[in-house]
């Protein structure tokens, strides 16, 4: 099946720092991927939708200059946590969806600390 | 507006006992259905969708467009069942989005 990675697993970083989470799709091209924040025991909330080639769009009360999603290829997105705070510290998980076909593949997620 | 009522936050069987978990939508158009699964410290990973109506793991879901259900069942849980469980609509009035419901926690005892 589809596989779908993401880089890093996790990352502890000090306060006012950026932080960069990849997603990539493996063996397919991903039109577009999703960004999900995930708090311990609960579900998933979408962030922002992913589209190679143009801006992202972002779900409301996510701030896009907070959150900087790039997808620069079919097969790679990232998000950058500008001048990360602790308060967000989360678990990301990113998703990508096929050429045709409406089933999202996950990633494994990105366990962010923020000190 | 695209929503999802998965309304157990909770449901804890016996190994052996039937489990259903229930998910209504209210969705513009024909959406198309997904059940998600979540085990522990592992990615979320597809365990059906009803267009294939296919059974996964012994679980079956049938779409009910009248009652806009798609509720999950299987007849015999086991332990390795327990999980989290997400029912999730997509389509065109969604963007494609996946619409995550808050999820179903089923927790099978020994």
């Known amino acids: 099946g589809a596989v779908v990675s993401q880089h890093p697993s996790r990352v502890i970083c000090k306060s006012g720092t950026s932080v960069k989470i990849e997603c990539r799709s493996l063996?397919?091209?991903?039109?577009?991927m999703f960004w999900y924040r995930q708090f311990p025991k609960k579900s998933l909330m979408l962030m922002a939708t992913s589209n190679e080639g143009s801006k992202a769009t972002y779900e409301q009360g996510v701030e896009k200059d907070k959150f900087l999603i790039n997808h620069a290829s079919l097969t790679l997105s990232t998000l950058t946590v500008t001048s990360a705070h602790p308060e967000d510290s989360s678990f990301y998980i990113c998703?990508?969806?096929?050429?045709?076909?409406?089933?999202?593949?996950f990633g494994p997620g990105t366990r962010l600390t923020v000190l | 507006a695209q929503r999802v009522t998965q309304p157990e936050k909770l449901l804890s069987v016996f190994k052996g006992a039937p489990v259903e978990l229930k998910c209504n939508y209210s969705y513009s158009g024909s959406p198309e259905l997904f059940w998600y699964v979540q085990y522990s410290r592992q990615r979320l990973q597809l365990l059906l969708r009803?267009?294939s109506r296919e059974s996964i793991k012994g679980f079956t879901a049938d779409l009910n467009k009248g009652e806009t259900s798609f509720h999950l069942k299987k007849p015999f849980a086991q332990e390795e069942d327990s999980a989290m469980y997400y029912c999730?609509?997509?389509?065109?009035?969604?963007?494609?989005?996946?619409?995550f419901g808050s999820g179903t926690r089923l927790l099978v005892r020994p």
């Open positions: 063996d397919f091209q991903a039109t577009t």
């Open positions: 999730a609509p997509t389509g065109r009035a969604s963007s494609y989005k996946l619409i």
């Open positions: 998703s990508a969806r096929e050429l045709a076909g409406n089933e999202q593949f």
């Open positions: 009803h267009i």
